[in-house]
């Protein structure tokens, strides 16, 4: 079996910035989802960053776990520290049953122990971030699985194509953003099943 190439023209597309918007209700969804979220997230004292070092190590990895396991549920790929509507309206980081929210230097430092634990990685640094509710290798498995379902080796595919147009449509990938995409693709390519093309780059533009 060979190691075929999945190709990517890397520069097809401009990676899309998530616009930000604010609010000052709490949805009752949001409160109900709250309710059925872990319980330090009931817990007033987690809204809080704790100065003993081994309380606030455990109290970012509960919000870290939580962060995925969300970005997950929801079938998020990119948070932006940004987006109030997110961070808090949708019940994340605010629980309104209890009235506490987080502030901005906990979830910032929540979103450095994603990237510290490799479970993100800031897509802007220190101001949106990828979330890695799967791993980039297992995101490659699943490209390269379809690729090879659809007798796609050898084919150069564009991003454009597999993330946002007909081709990749139906798949678990289609939707992606562009950066966390590239992200996969080197993964393929690393292991030999892909090459990225760039027009920029006369050796390997396609």
């Known amino acids: 079996i060979s190691l075929s190439c999945l ?15 604010s609010t000052t209700a709490i949805p009752a969804a949001a409160a109900r989802e709250a309710s059925e979220l872990p319980e330090f997230h009931r817990f007033p004292p987690s809204y809080t960053l704790q100065p003993t070092l081994a309380t606030r190590a ?3 990895a509960l919000w870290a776990s939580l962060v995925v396991d969300w970005a997950q549920r929801h079938q998020v790929h990119e948070l932006s520290l940004d987006n109030e509507r997110v961070l808090y309206a949708s019940g994340l980081f605010e629980n309104a049953l209890i009235a506490r929210k987080a502030d901005a230097e906990l979830i910032r430092l929540v979103f450095e122990e994603l990237v510290s634990t490799g479970r993100g990685v800031w897509s802007e640094p220190g101001r949106s971030c990828y979330v890695f509710w799967r791993k980039p290798i297992e995101w490659a498995q699943i490209v390269y699985q379809w690729v090879a379902s659809v007798g796609g080796n050898d084919t150069v595919y564009t991003v454009f194509e597999l993330i946002e147009g007909p081709t990749g449509e139906g798949q678990e990938f289609h939707g992606l953003p562009t950066g966390y995409f590239l992200k996969i693709v080197k993964c393929l390519e690393e292991s030999g099943k892909a090459r990225i093309f760039g027009s920029g ?3 390997r533009s396609g």
């Not at 190709?7 to 918007?21: E, H, I, K, R």
């Open 58 to 60: 455990r109290q970012l």
């Open 201 to 203: 780059d006369k050796e």
């Open 7 to 21: 190709s990517c023209l890397a520069n097809t597309m401009a990676s899309s910035s998530s616009s930000s918007s």
